[in-house]
């Protein structure tokens, strides 16, 4: 399995709060991701980044934001938690290319579920 | 536009009886890249396999196997004689060539139940 935790694994907080989740990664690989998962939608891309303080924003990106000061950690913050963004949130990792390979498979960490009352 | 549609939203089946899980994607990219993965009532993703736009060679892993057929932009999933252990929810993703984030497009996922 590939070593992704992701912290924490369940969290309840009110509206208007700010929250943080950590995405830990042990396989060096260069891109990690963050998607939020929701009944009908299946997954959906939030940020993601390349590199060491190199992001770039998702498809559903507003209202969050992303830092990633070392290869092993990304991290998401919500700034002022919303109910809209009750929902499971999962990190992926992906090596990317390497020499002429390039290699799409993305894996998960095990998700992170997050109420907002 | 990429875009991966799985009509199925959810299928019951009994145990032993084979199933196809079907899913149709839309891109402009000459090479792309198809994903399945499984998430079983744990809730993690478990990656299945990737098939390259350039390979329509068929695939066979045990009792699952994978039909990509390029003329109906199809990448088919079949489980031949189910059990209750595959009971999940079954993501089928797209990844362009050309899109440097190597991001994932998913489909919104067929949900397997497999009784007894």
């Known amino acids: ?117 | 536009a990429q875009k991966v549609t799985q009509a199925q939203t959810e299928i019951s089946v009994v145990e032993k009886e084979d199933v196809t899980l079907d899913c149709v994607y839309e891109t402009r990219d000459t090479t792309y890249y198809l994903f399945w993965y499984k998430q079983p009532p744990s809730g993690e993703l478990v990656f299945l396999i990737r098939r390259n736009s350039f390979d329509e060679q068929n695939e066979i892993s045990g009792r699952y196997s994978w039909n990509f057929q390029k003329s109906t932009s199809s990448f088919n999933f079949t489980i031949t004689a189910s059990q209750v252990v595959d009971s999940a929810v079954y993501f089928c993703a797209l990844s362009e060539a050309g899109d440097s984030s190597y991001k994932l497009i998913f489909g919104s996922g067929t949900r397997l139940l497999v009784r007894p």
């Open chain 1, 1 to 117: 399995d590939a070593g992704i935790t992701q912290s924490p694994r369940h969290k309840v907080t009110e509206t208007g709060t700010p929250v943080t989740l950590r995405c830990h990664q042990t396989e060096n690989h260069r891109y990690m991701y963050w998607y939020r998962q929701d009944p009908g939608h299946g997954l959906r891309l939030i940020h993601y980044s390349y590199g060491v303080k190199d992001t770039d924003k998702g498809e559903v990106s507003d209202g969050y934001s992303v830092s990633r000061s070392k290869t092993e950690d990304f991290l998401l913050t919500l700034e002022s938690a919303t109910s809209s963004q009750t929902s499971v949130y999962f990190c992926a990792i992906s090596e990317g290319t390497s020499g002429t390979v390039r290699y799409n498979e993305q894996f998960f960490g095990p998700g992170t579920r997050l109420t907002v009352l």
